[in-house]
């Protein structure tokens, strides 16, 4: 299997709404990260978790919360978001160590917040 | 941080013609620079990487070059195909920082 899966495809929450972004791979990788994408914009790094650790953190606001509840899985908790948290959500994963850093990414939830 | 640089944002050409998207990069760390294509809706496809002990890679009708001392890669595509038009992204990481710093996009349209 050499996919990164997500879901749900697309949400649409209210400003109060509490939702959760999945991402599943089965590659072995032990490096998971998520990024942002909004509309004609590169992806921008938001958190990076290292066997199963959280590394990396971009100052992210805290209404993101990340969780890797194994080396397969990664989710993104959602909670009070703003209008203009509305984008594209990419997962990815990748192997880290001995110069294997192909990252390869998942389709993506496009979540729209109202 | 890394800063990557990319230009131009948006590129035209004939089909079969060839295509050239430059990047730069500011951490001289960096040893690790991937390639992206995005199609719209989807997600970014790797399509070539090159790492920092090789100057030139070549896959097919993809190429891409490295110049360490001068902080640039570029992308090269010959004999284009109107299913190479597509945002293509380059990027940059550091094995200390095991994370991908995007350029801004190029904008590729192949016209047939």
């Known amino acids: 299997d050499t996919e990164v899966t997500q879901t749900p495809k697309h949400l649409v929450m209210g400003m109060t709404n509490k939702k959760s972004l999945k991402c599943e791979q089965h590659?072995?990788?032990?490096?998971m990260y998520w990024y942002k994408q909004k509309a004609k914009k590169p992806p921008e790094l938001m958190f990076v978790y290292s066997y199963e650790k959280l590394s990396i953190n971009e100052s992210v606001p805290s209404r993101f919360s990340p969780e890797c509840p194994n080396s397969s899985l990664l989710n993104l908790h959602l909670h009070a978001l703003q209008p203009e948290d509305s984008a594209l959500y990419l997962c990815?994963?990748?192997?880290?160590?001995?110069?294997?850093?192909?990252?390869?990414f998942g389709p993506g939830t496009r979540l729209t917040v109202t | 941080g890394e800063n990557v640089e990319q230009h131009p944002s948006t590129l035209s050409v004939q089909e079969g013609d060839s295509a050239v998207i430059k990047c730069t990069y500011s951490?001289?760390?960096?040893?690790?620079f991937p390639w992206y294509k995005q199609e719209l809706g989807k997600r970014p496809q790797l399509i070539i990487d090159?790492?920092?002990?090789?100057g030139e890679k070549k896959d097919q009708r993809i190429a891409v070059t490295l110049n360490k001392t001068a902080k640039h890669f570029s992308l090269h595509i010959t004999e284009t195909q109107p299913e190479d038009s597509a945002v293509y992204f380059c990027a940059a990481s550091s094995p200390g920082r095991r994370a991908l710093t995007f350029g801004s996009g190029t904008r590729l349209q192949v016209q047939p």
């Open positions: 990815a994963s990748s192997q880290p160590g001995q110069g294997a850093d192909e990252q390869y």
């Open positions: 090159i790492r920092s002990n090789v």
């Open positions: 951490d001289s760390a960096s040893n690790y």
């Open positions: 590659m072995g990788h032990r490096a």
